[in-house]
């Protein structure tokens, strides 16, 4: 812990410890006949003495006069020390610290560290999260999870499944979010936004009393295959501080079967996860992975049960992306499109005949209308069966590191903006499931809408 400090110098202390510096009357001889001149002279130096010793009193006193003498105003610096020292009035008083609005941002540290060294630097902004019902019982149960400080002011990222009881039919109301640091500090946590799409709760330190030592990221997009990584979280909800070490063992994972967003009801993708081998088990969620510099590269989020050692973390390029948009926005949104569509690929070309091309995405959907109304790609005239060949140029293939390509082109876009896909329009259809098209492609001009979970 790194807390404020608890004295100052104040100017008042300052001018104590420098005392007015000592005047010497100038020596005058008495001439008989010019008494009076030479009292009267005497009389003046001692009050310009006594003149200069104020001036300088009152400058040790109130520095700020410096700067309204010299042009430069140092107001702004006093105002600071003098909050500072009314947030440690009370020892238990919250502290008040505001958070720049700045955009968080990636470090270039390129230094080395040993896991033990990378351990004692990032323990103390290491939480374990629990979230327990209002009703419960010494005997109720509890979600254990991890998170971890990223802000001065408290704010904490973990993950959305590890707090899905507080977003859930009112939860924050009827729930309690509480953390514990390494040193047994505990702490009241808030809810203040979900990520629509990924895996991401941000939540803020209500009763914060010192600041916590912030963690920083590193541009997950820099990250490569067998880099050193190290995990800390709590393990099985009761194993605290547990740290595991491995190495990256795949990038841009996406895992194809769906996941149930307990937090929204509704079935989540995980795109574009960082593998790694470092042990992922229960409890870990919500914690960070670090590199061998000791900066987040990624939230673990996902371990299995089928397989040994494969662990799935949420990038941090996808965090701090978050992260901004609540700085923004008071909420994580993120950008939609509208459609319900499936990737298409050489394989599936070749079982269905009437397949035009062997990449893109098709517009379909088993049940209901694919497009939903009122959306971006229902404004722009997208419709069932079209095929969505390129975002901005770009093509859209699907590969094993990206089953989901239209979905990544998508996310990494801003909500409001425009794009322009490049569109193969399906003529009529041949059957529930078949298509025809015109001959050429056409460029479609769509500006993105937005999406995001109100919790009040």
């Not at 004295?7 to 005047?23: D, E, G, K, Y």
């Not at 990624?298 to 397989?307: K, P, R």
């Amino acid at each position: 812990m790194n807390p404020l400090p608890t004295t100052f110098n104040t100017p008042s202390q300052l001018a104590n410890s420098n005392p007015n510096p000592r005047v010497n009357e100038p020596r005058v001889v008495p001439v008989k006949k010019n008494n009076s001149f030479v009292l009267g002279f005497s009389i003046l130096l001692l009050i310009i003495a006594l003149c200069l010793v104020g001036i300088a009193s009152a400058i040790l006193i109130n520095p700020s006069l410096v700067g309204n003498v010299t042009g430069f105003n140092l107001s702004s610096s006093s105002s600071i020390n003098s909050s500072s020292t009314s947030n440690l009035s009370s020892s238990q008083s919250t502290v008040s610290i505001a958070r720049s609005a700045a955009d968080f941002t990636f470090v270039s540290d390129n230094s080395t560290k040993t896991p033990v060294q990378v351990v004692e630097s990032v323990l103390p902004s290491v939480l374990s999260i629990r979230v327990r019902s209002n009703t419960a019982t010494l005997n109720g149960s509890e979600v254990a999870g991890t998170g971890y400080v990223v802000s001065g002011d408290g704010l904490v990222i973990t993950n959305k499944h590890v707090i899905s009881l507080a977003c859930q039919n009112g939860g924050q109301n009827n729930s309690r979010i509480t953390a514990l640091s390494s040193n047994q500090k505990a702490y009241e946590l808030k809810l203040l936004t979900v990520d629509p799409i990924n895996d991401i709760a941000i939540l803020q330190i209500d009763n914060l009393t010192e600041t916590i030592p912030k963690l920083s990221f590193a541009d997950s997009s820099q990250i490569k295959l067998g880099s050193d990584v190290l995990a800390i979280g709590n393990v099985l909800g009761q194993l605290e501080n547990t740290v595991t070490k491995g190495i990256v063992s795949g990038l841009n994972r996406s895992i194809n079967s769906d996941i149930q967003d307990d937090c929204t009801g509704k079935s989540a993708t995980a795109d574009g996860l960082i593998q790694t081998d470092a042990a992922i088990n229960k409890g870990n969620s919500g914690g960070p992975l670090f590199n061998a510099q000791g900066d987040v590269i990624g939230m673990n989020t996902y371990g299995t049960t089928d397989a040994q050692n494969v662990g799935l973390a949420i990038p941090s390029n996808t965090i701090v992306s978050a992260l901004n948009s609540y700085n923004k926005n008071q909420q994580i949104i993120r950008p939609r499109l509208g459609i319900v569509s499936r990737p298409l690929d050489p394989a599936l070309k070749l079982e269905l005949a009437w397949l035009p091309v062997d990449y893109g995405e098709i517009i379909f959907s088993p049940t209901g209308n694919p497009v939903t109304p009122g959306s971006a790609a229902a404004t722009a005239g997208l419709s069932e069966g079209d095929i969505l060949l390129e975002v901005d140029g770009q093509k859209i293939q699907t590969t094993s590191d990206n089953p989901s390509p239209l979905k990544r082109l998508i996310t990494n876009k801003e909500p409001d903006t425009k794009i322009e896909l490049t569109v193969l329009k399906a003529n009529r259809s041949l059957s529930q499931e078949s298509f025809t098209y015109t001959k050429n492609s056409v460029k479609v001009n769509v500006t993105l809408g937005r999406v995001s979970l109100d919790l009040k």
